[in-house]
């Protein structure tokens, strides 16, 4: 697609409750990144996926936070048991190539998440 | 640990020059990065620039490096009402071999007046 899109652009759930978060990256990009962003604050580093593996996890959360990618392009990150504090922008990036140093990630405009 | 700093609001007068400033901890860093957010929009890349370098400038915007001091700045010259917006500092830093995660500051509000 001419851009990284994200569905939906709003989510509100209960505390609780399961919810996925689709992203689907610009074409032919092998590289996908989901981020965080709290109210106020800049983006968090979740997860990246280079193809269909995710090469580096070290910033979700914890066990309840999960991300896939079984053919190389749509994304998805799943949140079980949400809790309030679950509640931000959830970002999708993708970049040609991986590492963010060598190749540039293009945004989403993101999922805003809120849990009550 | 790691952090990137930054100021959190600044306000300018159209025509004006703005100078957003950042300090980050990684003094191994490899690329800084200056990303613009607006309402309702995605995270753009507006310019980066390699360690080694001290200064690079794209049209209106200088970015300016001093490793010494781990400063970055940016630099919006002739400021316009299209620049208000969330800017975000934003670094690799050398414990992420693979250069997969962006640390970002908390992100300067950028505000122009006419």
């Known amino acids: 697609g001419a851009g990284v899109s994200q569905t939906p652009s709003n989510k509100v759930t209960e505390k609780g409750k399961y919810v996925e978060l689709r992203c689907d990256p610009i074409s032919g990009h092998t590289a996908l990144y989901w981020y965080r962003q709290s109210l106020g604050q800049g983006p968090e580093f979740l997860i990246y996926f280079q193809g269909t593996g995710a090469a580096d996890d070290s910033g979700l959360p914890n066990d309840r936070f999960f991300a896939v990618r079984p053919e190389g392009s749509v994304s998805t990150l799943k949140i079980q048991r949400t809790e309030r504090g679950d509640s931000a922008v959830y970002l999708c990036?993708?970049?040609?190539?991986?590492?963010?140093?060598?190749?540039?990630?293009?945004f989403g405009q993101g999922t805003r998440l809120t849990v009550v | 640990g790691e952090d990137v700093e930054q100021s959190l609001f600044l306000s300018v007068r159209e025509g004006d020059s703005s100078v957003i400033n950042c300090t980050y901890t990684d003094s191994s860093s490899t690329y800084l990065y200056w990303y613009k957010q607006e309402p309702g929009a995605g995270l753009q890349l507006l310019t980066y620039?390699?360690?080694?370098?001290d200064m690079k400038q794209d049209q209106r915007l200088t970015v300016l490096l001093n490793k010494k001091d781990k400063h970055l700045s940016l630099r919006i010259a002739d400021t316009q009402t299209g620049d208000s917006a969330i800017y975000f500092c934003a670094e690799i830093p050398e414990a992420n071999q693979a250069g997969t995660a962006l640390i970002f500051g908390k992100g300067t509000t950028l505000s122009v007046s006419s």
């Open positions: 620039i390699f360690s080694n370098m």
């Open positions: 990036a993708s970049s040609l190539t991986g590492g963010q140093g060598r190749s540039e990630a293009f």
